[in-house]
């Protein structure tokens, strides 16, 4: 990750704007700590794609019967 300063990044946010659009991520740093990351936006998903998935999740949950649903949450926590 490249990182710039607080005013270069002032000067130049629309070329940093433009590269972290083509996948780059860049730290600014104010006083020579990092003080925040301008990544890539993801892209927008649908409420339809939201609730798909879900049912995909509850759809393999309810194949897998040997699991009870407080291993699972402890399984997604490690």
């Given at each position: 990750?490249?990182?710039?300063?607080?005013?270069?990044?002032?000067?130049?946010?629309?070329?940093?704007?433009?590269?972290a659009s083509?996948?780059?991520?860049?730290?600014?740093?104010?006083?020579?700590?990092?003080?925040?990351?301008?990544?890539?936006?993801?892209?927008?998903?649908?409420?339809?794609?939201?609730?798909?998935?879900?049912?995909?999740?509850?759809?393999?949950?309810?194949?897998?019967?040997?699991?009870?649903?407080?291993?699972?949450?402890?399984?997604?926590?490690?």
């Amino acid at each position: 990750m490249r990182t710039v300063g607080l005013f270069e990044a002032k000067q130049k946010l629309s070329e940093l704007v433009e590269r972290a659009s083509e996948g780059e991520q860049i730290g600014i740093t104010r006083r020579g700590k990092l003080a925040a990351v301008i990544v890539p936006a993801r892209s927008k998903v649908s409420v339809k794609e939201i609730f798909a998935d879900i049912e995909d999740v509850r759809k393999h949950i309810n194949r897998s019967k040997r699991f009870s649903v407080r291993e699972l949450i402890e399984e997604g926590r490690t």
